[in-house]
């Protein structure tokens, strides 16, 4: 499912938004461009908002399970599922509220972002009119997953695996790392995370020697990928063609805790307090060239999406910690804008 959502984002505009494996007609994108890039980012902007930040939200979680650093050598290897919880408000989006020029109109208020529903009923169509010929032109917006159907709740998962070690001073240094991933042969996918973890409460005089574990965390998360589009994408007449188109999609998440944890034989309580912050992009890079009914070039856009998306704020985590020998079970659950539920296992030595 993950790797189905990473190429919807990733593949560009012509898969994500117009979702040539979704939409009807195949010649979308060059009806929406000669409505101007203004209106294409606009409205690409409100339909991936909510993956752009759930997906942030969900990298920035899973980090700890413990208060309590490693000895020096100690490690451990956890691998977790964090799911951000999309709300409802972030079904649809308001067609009102993006200020479209007079290029566009619409024949419903809201249409559904890519979490959203796959009710042609609630499925706006847009009419573009080229401002130089006054042409006009229909098209149906493009349905969302629906997430509640295709996997069975309204969350965006993201699947993590990493690797704590303990060095020196009651500090831990934890590590979120994949090589290169090729996509579909065209498409690359990175993912490097660093993070560390120290024990505050032994420079603390008078509570160093409480029955509780007391840490402070910093953690940084980046994704980034690419897909190339070497092959023409409806050319011809009357569409739209590139040679050296590219999509990209980059998320860095940063986030800071303050952690306690209370061992109770096998079972450990933990929670935190702190904030994160998530910046991504998504782009489509290249030249694309639109041409009339006759083949004539009509326009050239070069690099014509590039968004820009912001999100954060205070976040608080609750959680528990079952560990038989070296092996440990975790859950935890995240009040923040993007509530986020985790769960993982691994083992811890040291």
Do not use: C
């Not at 566009?104 to 208020?109: A, F, S, W």
């Not at 690797?163 to 993912?191: A, C, M, Y």
């Not at 303050?258 to 061992?263: N, Q």
Request: glycine share 10%; charged share 20%.
């Amino acid at each position: 499912m993950m790797k189905k959502f990473t190429i919807k984002l990733m593949v560009g505009v012509a898969i994500l938004f117009f979702g040539f494996n979704q939409v009807k007609a195949q010649d979308d994108l060059d009806k929406l461009l000669e409505a101007g890039i203004s209106d294409a980012n606009l409205l690409i902007e409100g339909y991936v908002d909510p993956f752009m930040k759930g997906f942030g939200t969900s990298l920035g979680s899973g980090w700890y399970n413990t208060a309590k650093a490693h000895k020096s050598a100690g490690f451990d290897l956890t691998v977790t599922v964090n799911a951000a919880y999309v709300p409802d408000k972030d079904l649809f989006y308001d067609l009102n509220a993006l200020n479209l020029s007079s290029n566009i109109t619409y024949d419903k208020n809201q249409a559904p972002t890519i979490f959203g529903t796959k009710d042609v009923q609630q499925i706006p169509t847009y009419t573009v009119t080229d401002p130089n010929t006054n042409e006009s032109a229909s098209f149906d917006a493009p349905e969302g997953l629906d997430l509640k159907e295709e996997i069975g709740m309204q969350a965006v998962p993201v699947p993590m695996a990493q690797l704590g070690v303990g060095i020196i001073k009651n500090t831990d240094i934890k590590i979120r790392w994949t090589p290169e991933i090729d996509i579909d042969d065209n498409g690359t996918f990175k993912l490097i995370g660093f993070g560390i973890m120290h024990d505050v409460k032994q420079h603390i005089p008078g509570i160093k020697n409480l029955p509780f574990d007391l840490s402070a965390f910093v953690g940084y998360t980046s994704v980034s990928t690419e897909v190339a589009f070497d092959e023409e994408v409806n050319a011809g007449s009357g569409g739209v063609s590139t040679t050296n188109g590219l999509g990209v999609f980059d998320v860095n998440t940063l986030t800071v805790q303050g952690i306690i944890s209370k061992k109770f034989s096998v079972l450990t309580l933990y929670g935190g307090l702190g904030f994160n912050r998530v910046r991504s992009e998504l782009k489509l890079k290249g030249d694309y060239v639109v041409t009339d009914d006759f083949g004539v070039v009509d326009e050239v856009y070069k690099d014509p999406i590039d968004l820009s998306f912001k999100t954060g704020g205070p976040r608080m985590t609750a959680g528990m910690r079952l560990k038989l020998a070296i092996f440990t079970l975790h859950a935890d659950y995240t009040v923040q804008k993007y509530d986020v539920l985790t769960v993982g296992f691994g083992f811890s030595v040291r």
